[in-house]
């Protein structure tokens, strides 16, 4: 597989200080918000229980699966997931250190309406996570939002399904939200790139991205964008 997924539901966390890193629980208290704080914490753990689970730090019987209960890890497994620090480089990125060493893996993190969910694919690839859920949106929203070629049905999903699309894309390039997401077309047809955006894809090689969507619980969409640095070209198609 390409990349390896891991959702939880944010309101079954355990308490902060059971899985954060020292350096992770000073960040959580510059954090003001009740709700940032969770969907921060959410997405923290859901990238430790992956990325525990894929290193081997625990067996998988020791973790949660997607949607699984969070309340059956024992303090041992929590006490591992201490060791993973995720640490907030400038561009907003996450970066990964087990112990004290990098890891070279690639990650990222979403969250969405009391759900938060972590990916990781192999060094040497770029990735980008988002899911949303499916809702009524402003007129306006999709005017300012969307090129006249991704509207579509213009459908509270599909127009979601395009946004998680633009979502997934600015995270892989690397650059967070500033960049404009209406650089980012996503189309019937395929990808394409204008401005800022292709400029950053020239600057990651032009590596090949392969976006899939799909429909996660029943109210959500969760999509991730893929690219091996070994593979350049054209983009794959939607």
Known sequence: MQYKTQFIKIKDLPPADAFLSSSESAYLQTLRA???????LGGRFALKTLLARESGLLPVCALPAAGGEISEM???????????DVVKLPSGAPQVFVGSVPDARTVSI???NGWAAAAVSAPGTFLGVDLEKVEPRSRAWAEDFFDEAEKGSASD???TK?????????????????????????EE???RLTGRALEEWKR????KITLSSARFETDFVFTAAFANAAEGGKFGKI
């Open 34 to 40: 009740e709700k940032r704080k969770g969907d921060w």
């Open 74 to 84: 024992s303090a041992a497994a929590l006490n591992v997931l201490k060791q993973i």
């Open 110 to 112: 979403t969250h969405s």
């Open 157 to 159: 999903e599909h127009l």
């Open 162 to 186: 395009v946004w998680t699309q633009k979502e997934a894309v600015v995270k892989l390039l690397g650059r967070g939200l500033s960049l404009n997401t209406r650089e980012i077309i996503c």
């Open 189 to 191: 047809g395929g990808l």
């Open 204 to 207: 990651l090689g032009s590596v």
